[in-house]
């Protein structure tokens, strides 16, 4: 059990219908991440949060998806007016955040399955 | 038993045989590297780390070892057990945050 829960597990929706996931991280980790799995294929970045600020976004990151992360601590992954193509299992992470490490190990937790009908 | 990550996407082994699992990563700017273990319907779970300057790193019956010349990575475990069944993934990092994971290799054990 690495310590970062996802919320919901499961989540079916219709095409066109807006849906939120739910990540709180180990909660001594500045860092946070999202990303994105496919059947049959490892993770792809989305994007990273160290504390509230977001600083890095994947280009795979359109402007039909957003994330938030208000307090430095939990965050929400939310996506507008979904497609087919977003069915996928994602998956947030968290790590330390060492001062003076450009990166950490990061710890993933179970994901969110998304399927989109 | 041996596999190639990203031609030979399955492994079987027998129990208590050593596997390997190799990974050739893209970037020869890649400076630290994890390998992951995924169940199914689990995240990944976090195996064992290397980063560039290291040739060889172990583990808990787990080894990484890291050829920088032809960008090659491999995890060995020892003494395979049934627990072990799962997809295997080496991530790359070279800059920021952002890790790029491979395909992953399935690996099953024969009890």
């Known amino acids: 059990d690495t310590g970062v829960s996802q919320d919901p597990r499961h989540k079916i929706t219709k095409r066109g219908q807006n849906v939120t996931f739910r990540c709180d991280p180990i909660?001594?980790?500045?860092?946070l991440y999202w990303y994105r799995q496919t059947l049959g294929q490892g993770p792809e970045f989305l994007t990273y949060?160290?504390?509230?600020?977001?600083?890095?976004k994947s280009r795979l990151l359109s402007d039909r998806f957003s994330a938030e992360r208000p307090k430095g601590s939990f965050s929400t992954l939310e996506i507008q007016r979904t497609e087919q193509g977003d069915s996928a299992m994602y998956l947030c992470?968290?790590?330390?955040?060492?001062?003076?490490?450009?990166?950490?190990?990061?710890?993933f937790g179970p994901g969110t399955r998304l399927t989109v009908l | 038993g041996e596999s190639v990550g990203l031609h030979l996407p399955t492994l079987s082994v027998q129990e208590g045989d050593n596997s390997i699992i190799n990974c050739a990563y893209s970037?020869?700017?890649?400076?630290?590297f994890i390998w992951y273990k995924q169940e199914s319907g689990k995240g990944p779970q976090f195996i064992i780390d290397?980063?560039?300057?290291?040739d060889k790193r172990q583990g808990q019956r787990v080894t990484v070892l890291l050829n920088k010349t032809v960008k090659h990575l491999s995890l060995q475990i020892a003494a395979t057990q049934p627990g072990d069944s799962a997809v295997y993934f080496c991530?790359?990092?070279?800059?920021?945050?952002?890790?790029?994971f491979g395909t992953g290799t399935s690996l099953t054990v024969i009890p």
């Open positions: 992470a968290s790590s330390l955040g060492r001062r003076g490490a450009s990166t950490d190990t990061q710890y």
């Open positions: 909660s001594e980790h500045n860092r």
């Open positions: 949060f160290q504390n509230e600020a977001q600083l890095e």
């Open positions: 970037n020869s700017a890649s400076d630290y």
């Open positions: 290397i980063r560039s300057n290291m």
């Open positions: 991530a790359e990092n070279s800059f920021g945050n952002q890790f790029y």
